[in-house]
């Protein structure tokens, strides 16, 4: 890949990695911008969504109440593990019923996109290039990300649904009344011309704390994938620097296979635990729509 003018080609390489295979065919200039649609990680998303019902379903047929085998015991210890944080977290039991099984699909959902990042950075553009496929189809993966959580569209989508639910169950237990009063009256309680006087400050100081939760949660998320990403991509160059058997090349060939193979492990534990994380977020926050200030 030839760098432009002006630009190094490690530096190039990794600008390159970072555009999305979008409907504007470059990388968006500002942070929002809904006339964007990121094809990429749209198609990963709902891949691995798909893949998430399917191991669900997959798992439900095949249980029986007999001596489980290794993938029904398996999908059991999930369910427990999530099943025992949802029932320490989340107060009502109607809500659990529902909550329960969300914060189990948006774990394993999240491990599977998470996952992703695992793959070669390299490997989907050189299959494209090899089979001839890009160019059968224009050539749209020239640009191509395969981890749809380092997409901040992504993770904020997500945060974003957890936002709405915060509002319909805080709407649904304390009554749509309560819930609009509790935002003008909490955290700073009064009486009088007093609670008059507080309400802007109440309600700005509401509107903040949903902010900053729905913020941090996708935040949280895409930042430590996006690191992870790059890092992946800056051992990859180690690779690319290969110029033929001498020994340069040996050493950051070497170099290339010992930190990949090193940071791939430790990533599998950021996979998982940000998985973890982004769930546990889940049900504390639906959890806390239950609680009064």
Request: hydrophobic residues 55%; neutral net charge; proline residues 4%.
């Amino acid at each position: 890949m030839s760098a432009p003018g002006g630009v190094s080609p490690q530096a190039y390489y990794i600008q390159h990695h970072l555009v999305h295979n979008n409907n504007i065919g470059q990388k968006q200039s500002i942070i929002a911008d809904f006339s964007v649609i990121n094809y990429d990680s749209l198609f990963w998303a709902v891949l691995m969504g798909f893949i998430t019902v399917f191991f669900m379903w997959r798992a439900a047929r095949v249980a029986t109440s007999g001596v489980p085998g290794r993938f029904q015991c398996f999908v059991e210890m999930l369910v427990d593990m999530v099943d025992q944080q949802a029932r320490s977290i989340v107060p009502s039991e109607v809500t659990r019923r529902f909550v329960a099984p969300l914060a189990l699909t948006v774990f394993v959902w999240i491990v599977l996109m998470n996952a992703l990042d695992l793959v070669p950075v390299d490997l989907l553009p050189w299959i494209f290039k090899t089979t001839g496929l890009g160019a059968a189809v224009g050539d749209p993966f020239y640009y191509h990300r395969i981890l749809p959580t380092a997409d901040l569209n992504i993770p904020m989508g997500m945060s974003l649904g957890v936002l709405l639910l915060m509002f319909y169950y805080g709407i649904k237990i304390k009554s749509p009344t309560g819930f609009i009063s509790e935002l003008f009256t909490a955290p700073f309680h009064a009486h009088g011309f007093a609670a008059v006087l507080l309400a802007p400050a109440n309600f700005l100081l509401n509107l903040v704390e949903y902010a900053a939760k729905s913020v941090s949660l996708g935040m949280r998320l895409f930042g430590n994938m996006f690191a992870g990403e790059l890092i992946f991509m800056l051992v990859a160059l180690l690779g690319g620097a290969w110029t033929g058997f001498n020994a340069t090349s040996m050493a950051l060939g070497f170099g290339h296979i010992l930190a990949g193979s090193i940071w791939a492990i430790f990533h599998i534990m950021i996979v998982l635990l940000q998985a973890f994380i982004f769930m546990m977020l889940t049900l504390v926050y639906i959890g806390q729509a239950h609680e009064g200030h």
